[in-house]
């Protein structure tokens, strides 16, 4: 926390806090310059329910009022909500996706590249958890109270975005639309990644092509915007996408061994896959290598997301990408530009392109 000349956390609020002048700033203080009781003051700086009801405008204002006495409590917490700009930065991951993830270290390593302190507090939500009912169930970084700034990162959980709004504290989230006002969505073109992906390799003369795409029915929103831009890349051609070469199933790279497998078994063999993950793709390299398929002379592979470990596969990946340091400076910057106007009402959307990184592992295909 980037804190200077400030007292160790307490249980509470105290009730006076001397200025560098000498001057004693107490509770009665707050509470006559505020125009509210002194139990509204206890209860907002100890974020606890006295019975006492106050409203966001009265919180408002007790706080700026606070800021303006140069009011500096000894709790953390009671710190952070009034000088979210004191705040940790905390990164939440859906459970489902996973801090393993390549996408969730890259991200996590670009936003302590910018943060001062390079301080990331970085925890698990459930995406279909009711935090609202059951807030013994929030993530650390929620409920300890000392973030202020939170960046969330898979499918969005309004009741987690309500608890931290109500903290006072602003969010980015990554990925999908939020749908909740006072958050800021970061919305990657997907559609148009996958366009430019598949595009890509019916430039390059290929007619079959394998499409590893995510489970068969999924409503995730990045799954439907993926094969949306595939079918929009082969309607744009005027070629059909031949139903027997749309591979469902997972984003884990032992789906794209198991699903180039599949696809070698048969006798009309693709020569160009696209996969919606690059650790789909990293499984289908390490399969076509196994069955003694060249790529790219027999094979090309394109992957979605830039991982860290794609240009050391052999051969190097080529991929379409969002690179994870943009998305981290897009959200920093948004959470500080938040704090700074104290908006937490209006419902912001971010969209990134993505960008073609050519590699080793696509070329024309083999004429008979």
Known sequence: MNLENVDPPQ???????????????????????AGVSQGAISSLLNDRDYGIRVSAKTRERVFRVCRDLGYMPNDLRAVVRMYPELGDFALLVAADLGLEDPFVGQLAKALLAQIPGRHLSVACYDPAMDYSANPAALPAPVSSGVASKFITLG?????????????????????????????????????????????????????????????????????????????????????????????????????????????LDRQQKPTAVFCFS??????????????????????????????????????????????AQDVADKAIAELQTRIKEQDLTSTRRIVMAGTLVERASCARPNQP
Do not use: C
């Open 11 to 33: 249980s509470g609020a105290t009730s006076a806090n001397v200025r560098p002048e000498g001057k004693t700033i107490t509770m009665a203080t707050i509470a006559k310059a």
């Open 155 to 263: 499918p969005p959980n309004a009741s987690l975005f309500s608890v931290i709004l109500g903290h006072d504290s602003p969010v980015v989230h990554i990925g999908q639309e939020a749908g909740t006002a006072g958050v800021t969505s970061i919305l990657p073109e997907y559609a148009r990644a996958s366009h430019q992906a598949v595009e890509t390799l019916l430039t390059l003369g290929h007619r079959q092509i394998a499409i590893l795409s995510g489970p068969f029915g999924s409503t995730d929103a990045m799954t439907i915007e993926l094969n949306f831009g595939v079918r929009a890349a082969y309607d744009a051609a005027k070629i059909p996408i031949e139903a027997q070469n749309v591979i469902y199933g997972g984003s884990s790279f032992e789906h794209g061994v198991a699903s180039i497998n599949l696809l």
């Open 278 to 323: 690059a650790l789909a793709a990293a499984g289908v390299l390490h399969g076509a290598q196994q069955r003694g398929v060249k790529v790219p002379e027999e094979l090309s592979v394109v992957g979605l997301g830039d991982a860290a470990f794609s240009p050391w596969l052999h051969p190097p990946l080529t991929t379409v990408s969002i690179a």
